[in-house]
């Protein structure tokens, strides 16, 4: 036997629908809990764009998370018959490849019952035709009731919002912003503990992030939110083995530190890692069309001395850095946080295109 | 700060959802109120292909045009729930690359409720296995209720339309034709002006158009359709810089004169303009793969000659040929020309798969 | 006249959507009569993946043939109101270029109520950032119910189907299986002679395979699912001009001879064609990236000494091997077999998404 009936022969058939317990398991209902609705909030993403992490005000963050929450408890709750999106028509633009991002927003706009038209190729845009931005917006008007954008090309986003009428999301812009996945980041981490949204949690974390933050997008994000719940944070400790001095964009640092986080920077990750209980690791930074990736030191796997408890979060996709051999350890909620990325990409759709009335328990 | 962040702090994150007022701004009420719903017009498209311009003769353009606008009135009357598409599938195959004509198809074919398989890549296609256009159409028959096609190659369509047993629309074949881009283009002069919908218009107007009739697809299109409504038409007047004496396809002039239209042509844009009611510019031609661009002295910009209340038409996408500094200003109806495509479209498709009986008023 | 105004004037615009009586004339009522419903050997798919042919036993077979033919008869019926489909979401991935195999998948899937995303570029995946596949398995699980994939790489469905909690359809790994494209065939064949599912049949017939078992994917899962049925077959007469001793897989001739099948080879299609009561014809042998083409004494023609009745099955897309002048005759089957594959796969796609008892007549 040979190829597929071979693997048949041997059981491959059949799988199990249901996920192994060590993936990210805790349930959503914490969150759901530790939050009261408050609709009104929500009601602020109306008549925006979403273009960058500095955009989200605790509250309005809190009640996101609390939204994605109810999603993620109840998937079928609002499948059918109530489609939130229903009758809504997504403009999903990827000039810069993508399946995994690309494959989220538009699992998360089906599920609530939208439509999506998608633009996987820049070469068939009018763009190479000489085509501006301004006026590819100008045509997206009239065709869709929301945009989504990635582009290596980090000014396209800007340049679309000043011509646009109905809201776009930047899905990632060049090395910039990537708001929605630091969205994610953050709602997993609130999913594992969600007192950290109470106004004076009582036992902080640590929390590492491995990468540069002004040549990571989703560092970036990532660091501007972390520092709306600064108070939830012992300290982030920022990693990396970066030597040329272009770690920091211009007052990147001052900006987190105002709003109250505490930084440190360190080159040693198994040195630092006993004491952190969240990991975050994102070894691979998009540099215009390529990709560079860290040093050979900055990896995880099964012998790194991790903190008994602690969590590992990366956005994916991965290489070497984090090794599969912690896939099934309790540390491993980096599948989790793939999987709530979805429930937080609903969350922000239904918002943004405002039909926040249809999911809301009292309106 | 930088990038988004930047951007969102100098305020980009709003956006306003309304149109300024100068685009485009008379409703197509005033069609609607000069046009009687005579339903049986429409079903003539039933079990037919739209190939090219010439299958529309007046009643029925009349009537298309009075269904696009019931459709730009209404937008959300026929959106949920009766959805006259519901349970289509249409196969958008777009050999040549668009993203503009593409997604102005899809959008028209999803606000009515139908699904869409989409084809963007002809190098996946069995062509590139060297299977014929007609086995290609005797499985589209298979797969879905229509078809929509552009291809550089001219004769895809007509080799497809002999195997079909599903309507096809040509969305543009090479140098040939573009139908529904031409029932667009009047539909916005007949919004504009529906009193030129009557047998005997009092005022008539000068349309001058920028481009050489056997070279663009648009022009070709769209001088068949004025051809039907001849006496609304003072003049035509066909404007380019080419010494070739490869402006008219053999009879093309001929036809359109026994029509009745009345054409001059004339290669100075800036004398003719205080005259021209209606400015159709489109200095792109696309030949083959590539495309070659018009004089640079067939341009318009705030400094044009242009006459007062006169309109600008532009099929898109632009370039230095139309200025954006007209954008702001009354002359700009080539947003609102893009904006009535899509309707233009659902009235199409409405009628091509034969679902008329659901939208009109009487049946 | 040129171009589209052209054909327009010769008549080419109205077409015909009824099928030629000839294309595979005999309705799915004889094989829905024959076969008694028997729902609880669909519930066998539930929790399985569809990577083999040899995954498939004659009672289930019997019953998507059956549940097929159901689709097939009254393919409005289960349109709407009631959609099997509906809220389930399918990742539509084809590695290796498809327009036809994709859109047939993509078409079942929509009939039925479903939502899609695809991924039609290798290149914009994680893979091409050398991601595992078991990782964009895991992807997979949080973004859609069902995935249906294809690829020139044999293994990468085996990979997947590790690490996936949803169904994954094979739609073609390298040169290894085909096994929908089989269901398809041996589909068609007892839509056409419906007896032939009888635990005995009285007229059994001889089926000649034109292609190379060991090179050809759809050629080895047909060969599986016929020996399902072997005492239908006086003989399978396998017809290549292979010189090189690669015809069989290690055992798989062996095998089929154990399941029944009456196995013999030869070299002369001409020679056998008279006593063939059904001829398969598959001349393309994707081989890597590439494919070969069969010696040319292997083709149909309206002279090749067909038996009176025979009918021909061809996966499509075809090449010179079968020749059009066949297509106005009565042994053209392969049409019928294209139109059916997308009932065959609405049938399979319902069971494997375990939607079966919104289509059972009797729960």
């Not at 869709?144 to 812009?173: F, H, Q, T, W, Y």
């Not at 198994?270 to 990896?299: H, Q, R, S, T």
Request: glycine share 6%; charged share 25%; hydrophobic share 40%.
């Amino acid at each position: 036997m040979v190829g597929a009936e071979k693997a048949i022969f041997e059981g491959a058939a059949s799988f199990e629908p249901e996920r192994p317990d060590v993936y990210g398991s805790a349930h959503p209902k914490g969150l759901l809990r530790a939050v009261q609705e408050e609709h009104e909030y929500l009601l602020t993403l109306s008549k925006n764009h979403v273009a960058s992490a500095a955009q989200f005000e605790r509250p309005l963050l809190t009640q996101l998370f609390r939204l994605a929450a109810k999603y993620e408890a109840n998937p079928d709750r609002f499948a059918t018959p109530m489609k939130p999106l229903s009758g809504k028509l997504l403009i999903s633009a990827f000039y810069e490849p993508s399946t995994r991002t690309r494959l989220s927003f538009e699992s998360a706009w089906h599920r609530l019952g939208g439509d999506i038209m998608s633009i996987t190729d820049r070469s068939t845009t009018g763009i190479a035709k000489g085509e501006s931005l301004s006026d590819v917006a100008e045509m997206f008007n009239n065709y869709g009731d929301c945009v989504v954008l990635r582009d290596n090309a980090e000014s396209s986003v800007m340049e679309m919002m000043g011509a646009l009428r109905i809201p776009i999301i930047n899905a990632g812009n060049g090395m910039d912003e990537h708001p929605t996945q630091a969205l994610a980041d953050l709602y997993a981490i609130m999913k594992w503990r969600p007192d950290l949204l109470a106004e004076e949690p009582e036992n902080k974390i640590r929390i590492g992030i491995v990468g540069v933050p002004n040549r990571m997008r989703t560092v970036r994000s990532l660091l501007t939110l972390l520092s709306r719940f600064s108070n939830s944070f012992e300290e982030v400790v920022v990693i990396h083995d970066d030597k040329n001095g272009d770690v920091w964009a211009p007052e990147q640092k001052e900006n987190l530190l105002r709003e109250g986080l505490n930084i440190r920077e360190s080159d040693d990750l198994d040195k630092e890692l006993p004491e952190l209980d969240v990991v975050y690791i994102n070894a691979i930074a998009w540099v215009a069309d390529g990709f560079e990736v860290m040093g050979k030191n900055l990896k995880l796997d099964k012998d790194s001395p991790l903190k008994k408890d602690s969590i590992i979060l990366h956005p994916l996709a991965r290489g070497d850095e984090l090794c599969t051999s912690l896939d099934d350890t309790a540390h491993n909620w980096y599948f989790a946080q793939a999987r709530g990325a979805v429930f937080m990409r609903m969350a922000l759709l239904t918002c943004i295109v405002q039909r926040t009335e249809m999911v809301m328990d009292v309106v």
